[in-house]
């Protein structure tokens, strides 16, 4: 596949302006594109022309920005197979995947296409005569978003969808691993734009660059919202930088999400939502399943059928159909792989594939780690396809365990035990943002609010209320008697 004619369909320009910022495939490691980069000045000029066109968008009625956000979704639907295939070729998911990942999108510009008729405050009812209360959302200002390489479009389009609606601009400073997909998904939002014809310049743009173009985007005032989304080390960079300036953030960082199995689980449907989790996407979601309790009692059933079907996974070019296990995104993900899997045996773990494939790029085999102890390396979130095994016999007892990181983005339980799954869902049970019965912890709809709590950063995007981080909250009074009178009966006659 000629990558120029895909972003020439996708109406980016040229990948090889030769300015500065090398771009590589995951699939064999060669050089697809050099783009240019934004210095501090271009940054700025970019932060000014958001907050004007932030200005200008807030007085835009929010089903009129509706409708610029189903223009966008019309544009990914039009060009689905083009981004889908870009986003395979620059971060190495599968193509099922990569066009998953653009469904996504689309899912969410119609989402959010009709929230645009429904930002709805509340009525409240005052203690006063004569008086009125409300409360009414307003936009908030300039969004920033930081996304990662392993969702280059996505998470783009979970704060844009929604931002854009909540009549907020947009700042985009994508993975320096994957700046095309970001260029091709703001050619589509200018195509957009154009046919909207009443999109003030600037609405929505990208930043490309490396840390300190993210820093600096961080640190500035204008900057309403910070939607950050990587790994918890970031997160911890951010959230005390955007306080400093009393600035907002809504973060989505590190998972390590676990799964139990209880005896009466179906174990056929357990496997397949075993592997899909833990090994699919080469293991780099930060909702992949990344560690197991099985009750002793199915142990011996389980194991083995989960190796089986680990031996017989695809690992190889994620665009041929076959694959269902690309390359891992660059050799630094490769050595932290192995790194977890010494320590891992270094802890008494039994290890099951983890072996490099030799093809051009970084292809692991999936590896499974059957453990007794849950500490030290398991504690750790990597970004790679390693399950670590763990016996149980105690349903509160695997509870307590999966609970016991410090990570709380996603979990799930197999079991056909309606108790045991009300008690995984009750108060006492999962303490993460996510939490499945009978389905793995990845691959989350946008319908429902997604991220988690504790070391995960507890901000929510995409569905349910998460609009209302995207905008301001305001509590109005409204007098419509002659008489003053104050709240709590306080008297203040002059
Ligand atoms: C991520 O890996 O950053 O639930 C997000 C899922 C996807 C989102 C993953 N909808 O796996």
């Not at 889908?84 to 190495?92: A, D, K, M, S, Y």
């Not at 947009?170 to 095309?180: D, Y």
């Not at 016999?393 to 609970?403: E, K, L, R």
Request: with cysteine; net charge negative.
């Amino acid at each position: 596949m000629n990558i120029e004619d895909l972003l020439s369909r996708l109406g980016v320009e040229s990948a090889a302006s030769g300015a500065g910022l090398a771009v590589s495939t995951p699939v064999d490691g060669t050089e697809i594109g050099n783009v240019a980069v934004d210095d501090a000045a271009a940054i700025d000029a970019k932060i000014a022309a958001a907050e004007a066109a932030f200005l200008a968008w807030r007085e835009v009625p929010a089903p009129k920005r509706g409708e610029l956000v189903r223009l966008l979704g019309e544009a990914l639907r039009a060009h689905k197979e083009d981004l889908g295939r870009l986003v395979t070729i620059e971060c190495g998911k599968i193509l099922s995947e990569g066009l998953g990942e653009v469904q996504e999108m689309i899912d969410i510009c119609d989402f959010a296409a009709g929230l645009s008729r429904q930002l709805y405050g509340l009525t409240i009812a005052s203690e006063r005569p004569g008086h009125h209360m409300r409360e009414s959302w307003h936009p908030l200002g300039v969004v920033g978003v930081i996304s990662a390489f392993n969702f280059p479009v996505a998470v783009w389009s979970w704060n844009a969808a929604l931002a854009l609606v909540c009549g907020d601009s947009v700042l985009w400073k994508p993975s320096e691993k994957t700046p095309l997909t970001a260029l091709a998904v703001q050619a589509l939002f200018e195509k957009a734009a154009a046919k909207f014809g009443e999109a003030p310049e600037g609405l929505s743009q990208v930043i490309i660059g490396a840390r300190e173009a993210g820093e600096q985007m961080v640190d500035d005032p204008r900057v309403a919202l910070v939607s950050a989304t990587g790994s918890t080390r970031m997160g911890r960079e951010v959230g005390p930088r955007v306080a400093k300036r009393f600035g907002r953030t809504l973060l989505e960082l590190g998972g390590n999400n676990a799964g139990v199995v209880a005896p009466s689980a179906d174990l056929d449907l357990a496997v397949r939502a075993i592997c899909f989790a833990a090994a699919g996407t080469a293991g780099q979601r930060c909702t992949s399943l990344r560690r197991l309790f099985v009750h002793e009692e199915i142990y011996d059933a389980l194991i083995p059928r989960l190796k089986k079907a680990y031996g017989s996974l695809m690992v190889g070019d994620p665009s041929a159909p076959e694959t269902l296990v690309g390359p891992l995104i660059d050799r630094a993900a490769f050595d932290r792989m192995h790194y977890a899997l010494d320590r891992a045996r270094a802890q008494g773990g039994a290890v099951t594939g983890g072996e490099h494939v030799d093809r051009p790029g970084y292809y692991v085999r999936p590896a499974l780690v059957e453990l007794e102890n849950h500490d030290g390396i398991v504690l750790e979130e990597t970004f790679a396809p390693i399950l670590y095994v763990f016996k149980y016999s105690d349903i509160d007892d695997a509870i307590a365990m999966q609970n016991s990181v410090g990570q709380g983005l996603s979990s799930c339980i197999f079991t056909r035990d309606v108790l045991e799954a009300e008690r995984f869902l009750s108060a006492a049970g999962s303490d993460c943002g996510i939490a499945n019965v009978n389905i793995g912890p990845s691959g989350a709809e946008i319908g429902g609010a997604f991220g988690g709590e504790k070391e995960t950063g507890g901000g929510r995007e995409s569905g349910s209320d998460a609009w209302k981080a995207y905008m301001r909250r305001q509590t109005q009074t409204v007098n419509y008697s002659s008489a003053l009178p104050l709240a709590q009966g306080v008297k203040f006659d002059v």
